[in-house]
């Protein structure tokens, strides 16, 4: 219990309780829900794209490697926190992607920080995409090198921004939108950086296991895995079910970032049991092809089967359909009319969406049934708000407010 401390003297916090109320007002305030273990709802909030997280060989992986080496990894990578299971993985990644080299890190963001600040300097430019995620963001920010946002998925923007600049310079792009599950223009933007001379990074978070041959990426559907000038980074917490990230690209990249990335450096290594599970996931995904063509064309079939029923979704490129709200308050009372009903789905609202629109965030999954699919169709539709569906007045409604959270 805290102690109660009282005073005359000013609350240093107050100014939280305006925040708190200035969000709850705006319809803005967020909470957080436990999930049970035996939930019995449609789950189509998570990123579980393949159904690997519970998978009888990733889950048997994950207590083999708690059993031999521990709970926790000890140390950092660079100390104690190596074992032969992050070798192992860092090897078959970079191989299953067409890399030469890879390095995991304790999360996604981690890895994306790791790329964007020991790639650059104080002289180098940035030119990162308005959509990008925000681990990409905070890397720019903690970079201290000058970042320029170019309009999403805008090559051209790119090429003028890089014709303004005379030093070295870093591309950074998701392949695929975390919120709207679009694909990047990498085949144009990596012909850009060939001809300007810049290094081209890209985020594989909602690629990986679901995009390219058999789930290899998208640089690898480009043809650009394994390019001297592209980096890539994923995470191993979406397709491969487990907990982790890890930064690809050639070997002195890899190299460079052991030396000096400071979430390498300074972050106690991935949990054995998080690296276990991912590498036993990354087998079963190289086994088995035919999960990451699964995962797309339930994604398209959930697509087609929603803006069927009048609903607002633009076509996807991997795993993730997202149909716009109404409003902010509209998103989180359809995303608990759809969990009162049965299925999970993601409800974006600002400042996660840098457009200000709201939307739920439906993901495919590869194991998803016909059942359940009808199911999932059936729920979002008959609790959709009014205002969603094309023909009424208010559709499509006005972005809701100004960018933020860039
Ligand atoms: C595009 C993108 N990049 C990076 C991350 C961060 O990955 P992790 O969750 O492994 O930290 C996410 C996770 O939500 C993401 O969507």
Same mark, same amino acid.
């Given at each position: ?147 320029? &946002?170019?309009?999403? =998925? /805008? $090559?051209?923007?790119?090429?003028? +921004?890089?014709?303004?600049?005379? #030093?070295? @310079? %870093?591309? !950074? ?5 975390? &919120?709207?599950?679009? =694909? /990047? $223009?990498?085949?144009?933007?990596? +012909?850009?950086?060939?001809?300007? #001379?810049? @290094? %081209?990074? !890209? ?204």
């Amino acid at each position: 219990m805290p102690q109660e401390h009282r005073s005359t003297t000013p609350d240093p916090f107050d100014w939280i309780d305006e925040r708190h109320e200035r969000r709850r007002r705006a319809g803005l305030l967020r909470s957080l829900r436990p999930r049970p273990a035996d939930s019995s709802l449609l789950d189509l909030a998570g990123n579980d794209y393949l159904g690997l997280t519970r998978h009888p060989e990733v889950v048997a992986a994950a207590r083999d490697a708690v059993r031999r080496w521990g709970a926790g990894a000890t140390g950092s990578r660079l100390v104690t926190g190596t074992t032969e299971l992050h070798t192992e993985l860092e090897a078959e990644l970079a191989d299953f992607c067409g890399f030469e080299a890879a390095l995991v890190f304790s999360s996604g963001y981690a890895a994306n920080l790791a790329a964007v600040t020991a790639l650059t300097d104080r002289g180098t430019q940035v030119v990162s995409d308005a959509a990008n995620h925000a681990s990409l963001i905070d890397g720019c920010r903690l970079s201290r090198a000058t970042t320029v &946002v170019v309009p999403h =998925a /805008a $090559p051209d923007a790119v090429r003028k +921004t890089l014709d303004d600049f005379d #030093g070295r @310079a %870093l591309v !950074v792009t998701d392949a695929v939108f975390s &919120v709207d599950g679009d =694909a /990047a $223009p990498l085949g144009e933007l990596a +012909t850009v950086c060939r001809e300007r #001379g810049a @290094a %081209l990074l !890209v985020d594989e978070a909602h690629s990986l296991g679901v995009l390219g041959d058999g789930g290899r990426g998208a640089l690898h559907a480009a043809g650009l895995a394994g390019s001297p000038g592209a980096v890539a980074t994923v995470t191993l917490s979406k397709a491969l079910g487990a907990q982790g990230g890890a930064v690809l690209g050639p070997a002195r990249v890899i190299g460079h970032l052991v030396n000096t990335a400071r979430t390498f450096v300074f972050d106690t290594g991935l949990a054995p049991a998080a690296t276990g599970a991912a590498l036993a996931a990354l087998r079963l995904l190289r086994g088995e092809a035919a999960r990451a063509a699964r995962v797309r064309a339930v994604a398209r079939e959930l697509h087609a089967r929603l803006t069927a029923a009048g609903l607002e979704a633009a076509p996807p490129d991997a795993a993730v359909v997202s149909v716009r709200a109404p409003s902010p308050q509209a998103a989180v009372r359809w995303a608990a009319d759809c969990r009162d009903a049965g299925v999970a789905v993601g409800c974006f609202r600002p400042p996660s969406v840098p457009d200000g629109v709201s939307r739920l965030r439906l993901t495919a999954r590869a194991d998803l049934t016909d059942d359940q699919l009808d199911t999932a169709v059936a729920v979002v539709t008959r609790t959709a708000p009014h205002a969603s569906r094309p023909g009424d007045a208010s559709a499509p409604p006005p972005p809701e407010g100004p960018r933020r959270g860039r």
